[in-house]
């Protein structure tokens, strides 16, 4: 699997993941382009962005590590879903 919208999200999420840009621009970029996305997107990619999309969602800057809930979540939370999604993307690339 190999199209623009894939490398548009795994690009993102990878620059996330390494630092190249801090949580409150890939919040604001992923939400803002999953929200306006007109690409048809697979089942398979649709599960792992849309969950990705709802980690993303309930991020909230103030909460800290370990004082999750069901609607919020820390930094530290976002970025281990961000790179589950990440692999699960690595992985759907090689079917």
Do not use: H
């Not at 999200?9 to 939400?31: A, D, P, T």
């Not at 089942?43 to 370990?66: A, H, Q, T």
């Amino acid at each position: 699997m190999k199209d623009k919208v894939f490398d548009k999200y795994m690009k993102l999420i990878e620059s996330f993941l390494k630092n190249e840009i801090n949580v409150g621009e890939f919040e604001k970029r992923y939400l803002r382009s999953f929200k306006d996305e007109t690409e048809k997107l697979g089942e398979n990619l649709f599960i792992i962005l849309n969950d990705l999309f709802e980690s993303v969602d309930r991020y909230w800057n103030e909460c800290k590590p370990g004082e999750e809930t069901d609607y919020e979540i820390s930094e530290e939370q976002l970025k281990v879903d961000a790179e589950k999604a990440f692999q699960n993307l690595l992985y759907l690339q090689t079917l």
